[in-house]
């Protein structure tokens, strides 16, 4: 039998018994629905712009009305201006929370708000600019001014903005799709990780190890073990990303295509190989202890640098070009989480990308030498844990 | 089959820092022979069959089979029961049986109608639905056996097998042991189980201290033994032997003699000196069993 076939007969099996799990399976249904459900529920509860809509009733003469609808689009707070047959009403339907705002026009002129506590400052500015603006306009057209000349004369004084560094208008969306791929890449590490290391101890300690090195060689295991694992990773990661790009381009939620196209499809591929240097790890950790309740002893300093990871990648979001994530991000295996971040964050380029991903590859196989060697020292030798300067000193 | 079947074990020497665990140890197990494997524990057995399997590897020495030396692809075709038994505990007994076989090398289909066809010999074939740990533990080496044979192994190492069995069990483990060596496999088992060892194997072997102390039929072993008769007579005198020619007392307390014979010595002879004294209760050719000569090596 080649190599090929007993590392694929070990993925195999390590695939088949993950998916086959129960809660695997179960806990993955309800995520996937939280993530569609989540961005449908985003997509419904700010997308429309009814809900940003003031509500203001304007009791009694409705002149007022083009002037608030006018003022509103001018001060940037729409507003929906509703006609309230009197006061009374006016005050009720505030009271119950059904108005932001009454306007009660006084014969004067001036005009009196009625808001249940305190009136927002744009919607105020709003009412001001509308009243202030009728009683101009009366005060001008008695004096004999024509009024739509002069609005006409001033309409040219407009100041217009330029703009030297405009804002990303996508900003928004990069550092959502920053912050998932994060948080995917860390869970994913983490947990499959573990599952590496949990499945060396299971074989370990039932001493089905034994008579599957009468079969295999240490190495075919290892590398079936670590493919098998990350191959369900690697399917639960595509399912996550397609559920979550696809409900998000669907509701509009998500805009960029073709960013989100290409987070995606890095995160898949930087998934591989930040699994794959942390895999061998989790795998020679675990073949350093002979008991379940051992393993955590000797996965803590890993668990320590993913985490080391996942917090320079938050601290790196909402500065994604600073010097500190340029620099980590070519460093292995901070690059697996950073430049998916940076990917998304869209300040990389072909360079940094094939160049760290170059280095992520060559220091994860040399690693695997390492790693792939305490594990065949290590994997049948039972009782004390190995610890891991044994480990790396031998 | 041919002798291209025997196992060589070819001066294998390992030593755990000072300990020495196996010393220059030789020894074949012949096609179509089933041979026991005993000693004490720490001895050196399992730290032998470990390294015939490549779990080990021996400091010196080598193992070989038909000649050629044991390597991963032959590995392959020997079925292995270790002493610490091992099995996926979560995984159902029919899909890791079907596993073990196809990682020796037997295609999906033959590996599925090979574990219905050891699971039915073996009295599980109800429970292949089932996980490993919700076994009983008999049942558990049922299974362990049935991954030793599944793969229709051309060797059989198998360390400690009847251990924690049934006497039902026992028969059946017997019974396939027999009916293995019988298409030319060679069979080598461990066991403290003497009289059984005795009873199944053409061959047995005693290690001590990772020595071969004694090899070959159980007859063979007997050899140096020259044979002992039991007499009882109880009117008879602490020397009533003592003329007969080619026969010496060993022990006589409470009227029973043990006697032992040169080759030639008459048995009628003595019998007759024995029934001049009075009655003759018991009159008896005692063999030594295996056990008897396990306690004398190991003791020596």
């Not at chain 1, 506590?117 to 509308?130: H, M, N, P, Y």
């Not at chain 1, 040399?366 to 190995?386: D, F, M």
């Not at chain 2, 009117?235 to 043990?258: F, K, M, P």
Request: proline share 4%; with cysteine; net charge negative.
């Amino acid at each position: 039998m080649n190599t090929a076939r007993a590392v694929r007969l070990v993925a195999r099996r390590e695939f088949l018994t993950q998916v086959r799990k129960k809660s695997f399976l179960i806990s993955n249904v309800v995520i996937l629905i939280a993530i569609v459900g989540g961005i449908v529920g985003y997509s419904i509860f700010s997308g429309g712009d009814d809900a940003d809509r003031a509500a203001i009733g304007l009791v009694g003469d409705q002149s007022l009305s083009p002037a608030l609808v006018a003022a509103g689009e001018q001060v940037g707070t729409s507003v929906e201006v509703s006609e309230i047959p009197d006061e009374q009403t006016a005050r009720d339907r505030v009271g119950s929370g059904d108005l932001d705002v009454a306007l009660i026009p006084n014969p004067d002129g001036s005009a009196t708000a009625v808001t249940e506590s305190e009136i927002d400052a744009g919607l105020r500015t709003v009412v001001d600019i509308a009243v202030t603006g009728q009683a101009q306009q009366r005060a001008l057209t008695a004096q004999g001014v024509d009024v739509e000349q002069l609005s006409a004369d001033m309409g040219a004084a407009v100041v217009t903005v330029e703009t030297i560094d405009p804002p990303d208008p996508e900003e928004g969306q990069r550092i959502a799709m920053s912050i998932a791929a994060v948080t995917l890449l860390y869970m994913q590490i983490l947990g499959f990780g573990m599952y590496v290391a949990m499945g060396v101890v299971e074989e370990k300690s039932s001493r089905v190890v034994e008579l599957l090195l009468s079969t295999l060689r240490p190495l075919q295991l290892l590398w079936g073990k670590v493919i098998g694992i990350g191959a369900v990773g690697l399917v639960q990661l595509a399912a996550y990303g397609v559920a979550g790009v696809g409900a998000g381009l669907a509701t509009g939620v998500l805009t960029v295509t073709g960013t989100a196209l290409g987070v995606f499809a890095g995160t898949l591929g930087w998934f591989v190989l930040g699994f794959t240097f942390f895999a061998v790890l989790y795998a020679a950790a675990g073949s350093m202890v002979s008991r379940q309740e051992d393993v955590n002893s000797t996965t803590m300093p890993l668990m320590l640098l993913i985490m080391a990871m996942f917090f320079s990648a938050f601290s790196a979001v909402g500065n994604p070009d600073g010097t500190l994530s340029n620099v980590l991000s070519w460093i292995p295996p901070f690059s697996a989480i950073l430049m998916p971040l940076r990917m998304a964050a869209g300040v990389t380029g072909p360079v940094q990308v094939i160049g760290t991903i170059a280095l992520m590859t060559v220091v994860t196989v040399a690693l695997s030498l390492v790693a792939a060697k305490i594990y065949q020292r290590s994997i049948l030798r039972v009782g004390k844990t190995v610890s891991w300067r044994e480990a790396f000193g031998r | 089959m041919t002798d291209s079947h025997t196992l060589t074990i070819d001066r294998i020497s390992k030593r755990y820092g000072d300990v020495v665990a196996l010393d220059d140890l030789s020894f074949e197990v012949r096609q179509g022979e089933i041979f026991g494997f005993v000693g004490s524990n720490g001895a050196g057995k399992t730290t032998t069959m470990r390294i015939a399997l490549g779990v080990l590897s021996a400091d010196s020495g080598e193992v070989r089979l038909g000649g050629r030396p044991v390597d991963l692809d032959v590995r392959r075709t020997i079925g292995y029961m270790p002493e610490e038994r091992g099995l996926y505990p979560k995984m159902k007994v029919g899909a890791q049986l079907s596993y073990l076989a196809e990682l020796h090398g037997l295609s999906r289909a033959e590996a599925r109608s090979a574990v219905t066809r050891w699971t039915e010999r073996l009295g599980i074939a109800e429970r292949v639905g089932d996980t490993v740990d919700s076994l009983s533990l008999g049942n558990q080496q049922r299974v362990q056996l049935a991954a030793a044979l599944v793969h229709d192994p051309a060797v059989l190492v198998l360390d400690e097998p009847f251990s924690g069995l049934d006497p039902v069990a026992v028969d059946v483990m017997s019974d396939v042991l027999i009916e293995k060596a019988r298409t030319g496999v060679p069979v080598i088992f461990s066991s403290h189980q003497l009289d059984l060892v005795q009873r199944l194997c053409d061959r047995v072997g005693i290690i001590k201290h990772g020595k071969m102390r004694a090899i070959g039929t159980v007859d063979e072993l007997r050899g140096g033994e020259s044979a002992q008769l039991v007499v009882h007579a109880p009117g008879a005198t602490a020397d009533w032997a003592r003329h007969l020619a080619g026969v010496s007392t060993v022990s006589h307390s409470d009227g029973r003699t043990v006697l032992t014979l040169d080759p030639g010595a008459d048995d009628q002879e003595i019998l007759a000196a024995a029934m001049k004294t009075g009655p003759v209760h018991e009159f008896s050719l005692h063999r030594p069993s295996l056990t008897e000569l396990f306690r004398e090596v190991v003791a020596a």
